[in-house]
């Protein structure tokens, strides 16, 4: 519209000047034939009047004078009238004249001395009048006096006024009918038909480009319309081709890679887009506190690390909370940007919400509820009512801005996690066609345990509302179906692992999800080697055995156990002392959350008294590095560890076990993780350990320290394995190919 405007802009203002010149000229005319009328029925009076006036004054009758005055004054529009003996002075004059004695007119002399009539516009009191003076003269030609008649002029400043009103009406009329006519000629010559490209553009963009979005216009544009139509055949042909091409190389490839994933979503999607949605974006604009400087970081996030590489495989569009302090900075109008910065492969398209939006829905009802009621670490759930409200909300403006970007038929949306529970219902109910899939990346926890959540109720009608819902492991299925069948009234299958509830079907399935694999080359970037030597000069660790944690700072980390564990290693064999260090990279989390914040303080208490106990010179055993930390800045640690300790009370999958060994392109270090991780039930080559147990958990380090080299390597050979065949993009592919397949003709 604004466009628009301005096209129409310049037109209005010429069409307004040329008709408020007009207007001018009209108004100046007809100014110009009411004075002469006003004129000359002036004149016309005075001589009327000329005669008697003359008997008066020679008879010097006073009576009859006073009497012509006051008869003239009833004449149309007369306003009075005034006669003067041959010296200028009033001898009768109008009773509503009366303060006519006193005015000052100089003119009058001159009209004595030339006897030639005269008249003029005058203000008398707070109107304007006009006064025409007519000498009257004798038979010789002697003056004897003159008359004045004064007329109104009120009826002449109406008339132009009621003129003016007129032309400005019809002006604004005149403006009203150009907009009006302008906007729909413009809507129907160029909006509809640049409309009609724009959209078919979309569908070109989304790959429905078939005959059912046809463009037919005419004249330029439809030359242009032509043209693209003959480019789209041409690709839709080339597109057949390509994804014929893709699964003849899927029926031949084994390991799954990014362009084995590429050729499914071809041979599966077309060339149909693939919506992703999550609270966690995968690129965020932030401020750096030290230099002041806007700079683009990769959140180290379980969810970034496994969804970001689906993306940039198959394309698509990722929709997520803006939370950067500059994110708003570089997003384009519909506020979306292209990412990697450097690489485009996908959309990022950020939802803005306000701070009490993000207390409510993240820090209250997704934090503080759902997640330690998902979680078997004896911390108790808090449930809000505000936050309640405010998770329901979000869930919306989310759900809103999804609606807003889906294509017309059939699209493909992949829900990521627990704050989204409610999403699928809600896209569903606008979009029946779309499917859907959620992704629960956390434990489903037994139905005893949820039912404790007072909108149990809600949340499992709103994951029903997806097609597919995908959990790690198949003891979190298990427990998402027995949870359902006792709260809800539904049918489950559990030999097709599939609810139906109000004649719609949700299937259930495991998906174990994994990691992006490293290349052997990756182990010879000298980046990565340099990097490695600065870190071990900058905290001295030549010569010594490096253990390495990598976690945001969350009690379900089982951060303190690995503290205390290796207080204790180190207290029953004091043979490590000076020659082990363990470095925890820790990543604050949920820092508004109290229970976080003490959580932080008490980490940072235990490791302080930790080190102090043990600490002899310049070493101390554990190097606490307390900071976000991107992926990139991970992965040195990664290869120089000589040993990984993951000791989750309680974990969903845990994918920094499956980084670990996905990075060890040498085959040494050893891994340590917890039994009660998703990650466990496929790394079955690591050492296992109960974090609960401490003595267990010491001599676990030990024992990984002591395994000899030969061991080491075929453990870690086995898990890469694993991991190589069991990556993300078969993780991706399997749920894709599951998509696919519920599609309705």
Known sequence: MRRVFLFILPILIIVSVAFTLFGFFQVRLEEEKLTDDLKRKARSVAESMELSVKHVLLGNDLKNANYLAEKFETRERLQGCVIYDKDGNIIALTKRFADWKGKDKSYIKDIIVNKIPRGELEKFKDYQVYSYILPIVDDEGQLLGMVEVIHDTSYVFARLTELWRRISSTLIILVVVIFVLSILLHRQIFALPIQRLTDWFKFFQRGETDETHPIREKGDLGKLASEVEQAALSLRVARRTISDEASARLEKEETWTEAKLKDLIRAKLGEKALFVVSNREPYMHVVDEVTGLEKCIRPASGVVTAIHPVLCACGGTWIAHGAGNADKKFVNSKDKLGVPPKDIRYILKRVW????????????????????????????????????????????????????????????????????????????EKRPDAIIALFWHIPWPTPEAFSICPYRKEILEGMLGCDLIGFHVQNHCNNFLDTVNRLLESRVDIEKFSIVRSEKETIVRAFPISVNGRSNQDAQDAGIKQEIDKIK?????????????????????????????????????PQYKKKFVFIQLAAPSRVHIKHYHDLMAEIDELIEKKNWKHCDSNWKPIIYLKRHFSLDEIEPFYKMADLCIVSSLHDGMNLVAKEYVATKNDFSGALILSQFTGAARELTDAIQVNPYSIEEFADSIKLALQMPQDEKTKRMEKMRRVVSENNIYRWAGNIITELTSLRKA
């Open 353 to 428: 919400l306000n701070k009490e939006e993000e207390d409510g829905y993240y820090y209250g009802f997704s934090n503080e509820g759902l997640w330690p009621l998902c979680h078997n670490t004896h911390t108790r759930p808090i449930f809000r009512e505000s936050d309640w409200q405010a998770y329901k909300k979000v869930n919306q403006k989310f759900a809103d801005s999804v609606l807003e970007e889906l294509p017309a038929k059939h699209p493909f949306v992949f829900i990521q996690d627990y704050h989204f529970t409610l999403l699928g219902k809600m896209i569903k």
């Open 537 to 573: 000069k900058e905290f001295d660790l030549e010569g010594k055995t490096i253990g390495l944690g990598v976690d945001r700072i969350d009690y379900t980390k089982g951060i303190i156990e690995r503290v205390l564990a290796i207080d204790r290693f180190l207290e029953k064999y």
